[in-house]
């Protein structure tokens, strides 16, 4: 079974310059989450998806901040303008939450994004 | 507000020793818990969960951690430590069903031959 896709891997930008990463979850499995991981922190979850519908985005920074997840399979997020606080690794998981069973996230290997 | 903490930032031990890493939640009930390691340029991996049931959860790679609801606490252990252990540790929390997790800020092992 193929993981969590993420491209690319790797993105140094201007600051106020905008960026796209794109996360391709685990086939099936229809919550998606994007999280930001800021250097010497844990990750931070920004966004969470169940199939195309948004769960919770209550730590996306809308301002400058979007996501999105057409057919509820791939997902985009986007920063625009980007800022250097910014600078981070954009981690997407998935997972196939059924109502009460356990579940899992399974991680992607992230975006580190530079903004300079 | 929900959170959790690990309060080493770096931990290190000698190969074939012991290890304990720390984690405090807070939460309004008692949260679904997780362990999570991360070496370079890896994605995160899932260690071992808690739900319910009995406080020893057993995972991969010779881990366990244990409930302890009375200092909520979920500590990880291994009884024996080897060089490829070397790395970053998140404690991680959640509500439960697909909620999403709430992670602490990591603790870096550092294995000394």
């Known amino acids: 079974e193929a993981g969590v896709a993420q491209s690319p891997r790797y993105k140094i930008i201007e600051k106020r310059q905008s960026v796209a990463f794109w996360c391709n979850p685990i086939?099936?499995?229809?919550?998606l989450y994007w999280y930001q991981q800021i250097l010497g922190q844990g990750p931070k979850l920004l966004i969470q998806?169940?199939?195309?519908?948004?769960?919770?985005d209550s730590q996306l920074p809308k301002d400058r901040f979007s996501a999105e997840r057409l057919k509820g399979v791939d997902s985009t997020l986007k920063i625009q303008p980007a800022k250097l606080e910014d600078s981070a690794v954009y981690l997407c998981?998935?997972?196939?939450?059924?109502?009460?069973?356990?579940?899992?996230?399974?991680f992607g290997p992230g975006t580190r994004l530079t903004v300079t | 507000a929900q959170s959790v903490t690990q309060p080493d930032i770096h931990i290190t031990v000698s190969e074939g020793a012991s290890l304990e890493l720390r984690c405090n939640y807070s939460?309004?009930?008692?949260?679904?818990l997780f362990w999570y390691v991360q070496s370079p340029g890896q994605g995160l991996q899932l260690l071992l969960k808690y739900f319910s049931g009995d406080t020893l959860v057993q995972g991969i790679k010779g881990f366990e951690a244990e409930f302890k609801r009375s200092q909520s606490s979920f500590n990880l252990r291994k009884p024996s430590v080897h060089w490829s252990d070397a790395a970053e540790y998140f404690c991680a929390a959640s509500g439960g069903g697909a909620d999403g997790l709430t992670f602490g800020k990591g603790t870096h092992l550092i294995i000394q031959p």
């Open positions: 998981a998935s997972s196939s939450y059924r109502g009460r069973e356990t579940y899992e996230q399974y």
């Open positions: 939460y309004g009930a008692t949260p679904y």
């Open positions: 998806f169940q199939n195309n519908g948004v769960v919770d």
């Open positions: 086939s099936g499995h229809a919550t």
